[in-house]
């Protein structure tokens, strides 16, 4: 019970969520962790985001590229690059086509280091505070429009 009211805390005093600094920000959610992921969706929405997280069985490009074009309905995507089974590097190769922007959040960068040696993509490390994250997805989006607007 103690566990729960200092994890409550440590949220409710993020900066990010009394800013509500993603407020309605979509973001697409690819965590093969459960907990992890609901963790992560749960903090995000704190500070106004929609998160989608897909069915762990979903988590194929194919699913979620093609199924429903679950990719025009989401701003930005946040990636664990080693998702069990397989590493989100294909992922990240569709997201950059679609010119959707998208950082890293893992605990295993060499996962997907091919890709990163090839595209500049923000990398957070876990574990990480959700500010952290916030800050990282905002500073991601600043950046996308300033080269749209150059």
Same mark, same amino acid.
């Given at each position: 019970?103690?566990? $729960?009211r200092?994890?409550d805390? &440590?949220?409710r005093?993020?900066?990010?969520a +009394?800013?509500? @600094?993603? *407020?309605?920000?979509? $973001?697409l959610l690819?965590? *093969?962790? =459960?907990?992890t992921?609901?963790? &992560?969706?749960?903090?995000?929405?704190?500070?106004?985001? $929609?998160a989608y /997280? =897909? +069915? +762990?069985?979903? &988590?194929? @490009?194919? !699913?979620?590229?093609?199924e429903a074009?679950?990719?025009s309905? #989401?701003?930005v995507?946040?990636l *664990?690059?080693?998702?069990g089974?397989?590493?989100s590097? /294909?992922?990240a190769?569709?997201l950059?086509a679609s010119?959707v =922007?998208?950082l890293?959040?893992?605990?295993?960068? !060499?996962?997907v @280091?091919?890709?990163l +040696?090839?595209?500049?993509v923000p #990398? #957070?490390?876990? =574990?990480?505070h #959700?500010d952290?994250?916030?800050?990282t997805t905002l500073g991601?989006?600043?950046?996308?429009?300033?080269?749209?607007?150059?």
């Open positions: 019970m103690q566990k $729960v200092i994890f805390m &440590l949220y005093s993020s900066s990010a +009394r800013l509500n @600094a993603l *407020d309605g920000l979509r $973001v690819l965590e *093969d962790d =459960p907990l992921a609901w963790h &992560l969706a749960a903090n995000l929405g704190k500070c106004g985001a $929609v /997280t =897909p +069915r +762990r069985s979903a &988590l194929s @490009a194919d !699913s979620l590229f093609e074009g679950m990719i309905k #989401v701003d995507a946040i *664990d690059a080693d998702l089974t397989h590493t590097e /294909t992922f190769r569709r950059h010119n =922007p998208f890293f959040y893992t605990g295993d960068k !060499s996962a @280091a091919g890709f +040696r090839e595209h500049d #990398v #957070v490390e876990k =574990p990480a #959700v952290t994250i916030a800050r991601l989006l600043a950046s996308r429009r300033m080269s749209a607007d150059a």
